[in-house]
């Protein structure tokens, strides 16, 4: 078994293990959980708990899989980037790991501060992505991007460590802001992602001159 299979294996078993967690205090959740949250900490949308406890975990192992054929497609077309493949994977794990748990014990009466719990997972993907973003090649760049035009490298290496310092920059200052208030962690996101449409625009125009 190849180090990439093994990571995948347990990567749906990470998925799956937090099942353990809701079946142990099924009896003790309410009939209807609360799965949604707005700007005020308050649960605006529901869920039944059979949908909850089993659903979730499925429903992310379906996800973990697309999004795992969807890599190796790519990586078959566009050419490999190894080190991003395998940061990819652990994406979907983390976050489904973190949700259900969260989920699970808010319905069981530890009412987190759930804003400041998705500012942290948005965080945590701005700072993976932008730490493993330079290892990709200007051709795969450009295969992402669908254009027919090649990157120049010089211009790629550039745009490259711009991104990654943008999303780790951003995802480091979106962890300070869970100390604040939630408008100055959603004004942050919004800036965050200005300045990475901003920059994937330059890298676009750099395939044309």
């Given at each position: ?7 995948l ?21 309410p ?79 530890h ?29 795969q ?69």
């Amino acid at each position: 078994m190849t180090k990439r299979n093994l990571q995948l294996w347990l990567s749906y078993i990470v998925i799956l293990l937090p099942i353990g967690y809701g079946i142990v205090n099924y009896a003790a959740l309410p009939a209807k959980m609360a799965i949604h949250f707005n700007l005020d900490n308050q649960p605006n949308g529901m869920a039944t708990k059979a949908l909850v406890v089993v659903g979730f975990p499925i429903m992310m192992m379906v996800f973990q899989l697309i999004c795992v054929g969807v890599t190796r497609l790519n990586a078959n077309h566009k050419g490999p980037a190894p080190r991003f493949e395998q940061m990819m994977i652990w994406i979907v794990p983390v976050l489904s790991g973190v949700i259900y748990a969260t989920t699970i014990s808010y319905n069981l009466g530890h009412h987190w501060d759930i804003w400041r719990i998705a500012v942290s997972l948005i965080a945590f993907i701005f700072m993976a992505i932008g730490n493993y973003l330079p290892t990709i090649s200007a051709n795969q760049y450009v295969q992402i991007h669908r254009g027919g035009h090649p990157i120049r490298p010089m211009i790629w290496r550039r745009v490259r460590y711009w991104l990654g310092y943008t999303l780790v920059g951003g995802g480091v200052l979106l962890l300070l802001s869970i100390v604040t208030t939630v408008w100055v962690s959603v004004g942050l996101m919004g800036i965050i992602v200005v300045g990475l449409l901003i920059l994937s625009f330059y890298g676009t125009l750099a395939r044309h001159h």
